[in-house]
């Protein structure tokens, strides 16, 4: 995939520009001059053809020749609530969160996992949403939402979602009968908890709320490999229902 450069403010004429650290890149390692040809998107969906006009000293401007509506986004709508690994580990995940189409992340305030996210951290984690999107061409950024009381969450979310909480339990499993049936819809809630788990009583509200408690298999997941896990089977339980043929 061609380089793919991401302007902050929405792109509505035929003008753009290019600031930060797109621009440094375009100008200082790609070396563009005028005339160069660049792919933008804004993450409003589309994405569009440009060419550079001037290379300032930090940043560029920018005529905007077409605009292409290219949808790279999953079929499947999916918000992931989780409470975040440590540091790199969060990256990775919603580097991959970012790859797989998913709607929305929602950092999640457990009992046993974190119960403060620092506003850097999240404008971190939003970065890497970029430059997981520049990547894989998707033109719409995931969102991430500030942090949330997992209470908040679980009462928050619409009962017209599939809401499911993973989590082990060593009791008879959810027919998985009931479970499919119920993922023949959409959208999508989850909720994945932190290196200690969800708490039996979290678990307990969960169910209060009408979301359905999930086993993922006798192994123990880390928080990434759960979260990404889940996902990816319920966009190939869609698909395999027929219901869209992408995920
Ligand atoms: N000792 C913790 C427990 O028993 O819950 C393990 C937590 S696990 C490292 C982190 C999160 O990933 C869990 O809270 C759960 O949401 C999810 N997870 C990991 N393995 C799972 C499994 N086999 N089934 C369902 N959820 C799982």
Redesign the pocket.
Known sequence: MADRYFVESPIAGSAAQLVGHDAHHLAHVMRAKAGAEVTLFDGSGAEFAARVERVGRSEIELTVLERREVDHESAVQITLGV?LPKGDRSRWLVEKATELGLARLVPLLTERGNQRVSPSAIEKLRRAVIEASKQCGRNRLMEITEPLALSQYLAAAPASHVRL?????SAPKTAPGTVSEKWRQEPFSL????????TEAEVAQAAEHGWTA??????????E???LALAAIIQSNIAENGARNRF
């Open positions: 409470a909480i993973a989590h082990p339990t909720a994945v908890g932190p290196e200690g788990g969800f999930l086993d993922l298999g006798p192994r123990i997941l880390r928080v490999t759960a979260a």
